[in-house]
């Protein structure tokens, strides 16, 4: 196969080359004394590298190549920032190579160890939904559980990132900001951004002017959802309902979405987006100040507490409008509630810590995770299938991570565990 330039940068970074001798094309004796720090932005592949060519040390940078021939055509001939390098890394020489100070560059040839041949082309043209998924049982703790802990801190910076992007947009307003975050995770995956379009066509302002009234709450809600368009419907709720959001539409301006993006095909009746936006609407109901109500629960489970609330009474009786059904309850379940933990309040009280610099908020965060119980969904199932058995949510929020940002886009050569594989530190039965 096709090797990338990448893995010659990885066998280089991690000294992986099968002789550490080389040998320059002018026929010298190199020896690596350090490899150099690997640069991700432009410029040379390797900075601060340091090598003995024959008696004489250099100082400098690193550029690797597949061919001699690649510095031409990526025009590092002439460009000043390729000057400083000492030393050009090559899988195959097929010229002389010059700096735009026309200096020669000694050049070397890199060499692919055989067991990196095969272990990488089996991680790429893997078909599996994890790449490495025949040697994972093989990973021992020792090397995992550090990694599983850099990988819940990268899914936590993205959410945090994240999260900042919409605070900019509210003016640094955590409650409008938790609003929007609390609303997309009421759609639970299949729903996620319709109910965010939802919140965010509907200010927390208007929300909060009658959070002493359920009713209209759920106005609000059901009408901005375009939930109240059915002339056909007759049920009494329905139709008071409607006119109560036509009175509020005119007030505030507002203009509502299409009921059809709300999506109900092969979804269980507790998961309907009706059933969902009117326990939205309780879980609203309850403060004016939403995130700042979250703030001051300590215990995990006054938490759950706030989000264990039950629907308003016409929902004890329907799943949608006009269709009565047998008397039952409407609580989020412990799995609903515990992905509103997960994916609302973690991050934002992490966010919230990070951004105030108090660091209480960020270890609470991380507690709520390491207490909860490990998530249950396909992507967990399918590492529970290898032998990867999380302890906790802070675990299968990192196993998500792996999946989703290495497994899934092949990315073996930045992962500890393909690293585990690729430098033959994993030893099989």
């Not at 080389?22 to 690997?38: Q, R, T």
């Not at 001699?68 to 097929?94: F, G, M, Q, R, T």
């Not at 002493?212 to 002339?231: P, S, V």
Request: proline letters at 4%; glycine letters at 4%.
């Amino acid at each position: 196969m096709n090797y990338p330039e990448q893995l010659l940068h990885y066998i280089w970074k991690y000294k992986l080359y099968p002789n550490p001798n080389f040998v320059s094309s002018e026929g010298d004796e190199i020896e690596i004394i350090d490899a150099g720090i690997l640069n991700t932005d432009a410029g040379p592949d390797f900075f601060n590298a340091k090598i003995k060519i024959e008696d004489k040390v250099w100082a400098g940078n690193i550029e690797i190549h597949k061919s001699s021939s690649d510095w031409k055509k990526h025009n590092h001939h002439s460009d000043p920032a390729y000057n400083s390098v000492i030393l050009h890394v090559v899988e195959k020489i097929d010229c002389e190579i010059y700096t735009y100070q026309k200096r020669k560059v000694p050049q070397a040839v890199i060499e692919i160890p055989d067991n990196i041949r095969i272990d990488y082309a089996h991680l790429l043209l893997s078909d599996s939904p994890i790449p490495c998924s025949n040697k994972l049982k093989y990973v021992e703790k020792a090397h995992l559980n550090p990694w599983l802990s850099a990988l819940l801190a990268e899914r936590l910076e993205r959410k945090i990132n994240d999260i900042y992007t919409v605070l900019d947009k509210f003016n640094n307003s955590w409650d409008e900001t938790f609003y929007v975050l609390l609303s997309r995770n009421f759609g639970f995956g299949l729903n996620a951004n319709e109910f965010e379009r939802l919140a965010l066509s509907l200010p927390y302002f208007y929300i909060q002017k009658h959070s002493d009234n359920i009713f209209q709450i759920e106005a609000l809600l059901f009408g901005q959802a375009g939930l109240l368009e059915d002339e056909s419907l007759t049920d009494d709720y329905y139709l008071q309902l409607k006119k109560e959001y036509r009175f509020l539409k005119k007030k505030y301006t507002l203009k509502n979405l299409n009921g059809f993006i709300f999506k109900s095909l092969r979804v269980r009746p507790q998961g309907f987006p009706q059933v969902r936006i009117a326990q939205l609407a309780a879980v609203l109901q309850q403060t004016k100040r939403l995130f700042s109500h979250i703030l001051e629960k300590e215990d995990e489970n006054l938490l759950r507490l706030f989000f264990h609330i039950n629907a308003s009474e016409y929902w004890q009786t329907h799943y949608t409008f006009g269709k009565p059904s047998k008397k039952i309850s409407k609580y989020p379940g412990d799995a609903s509630i515990n992905v509103i933990l997960i994916n609302t309040v973690v991050p934002l009280l992490f966010a919230y810590g990070k951004k105030n610099n108090i660091e209480k908020y960020c270890t609470r965060a991380l507690t709520i995770l390491e207490e909860l119980k490990p998530e249950r969904n396909s992507i967990i199932t399918e590492f529970r299938k290898h032998n990867i058995t999380p302890k906790n949510a802070a675990d299968t929020q990192a196993l998500i991570q792996l999946k989703k940002e290495y497994c899934d886009k092949k990315k073996c050569l930045y992962c500890k565990i393909g690293y585990q594989i690729l430098s033959g530190k994993i030893k099989t039965d």
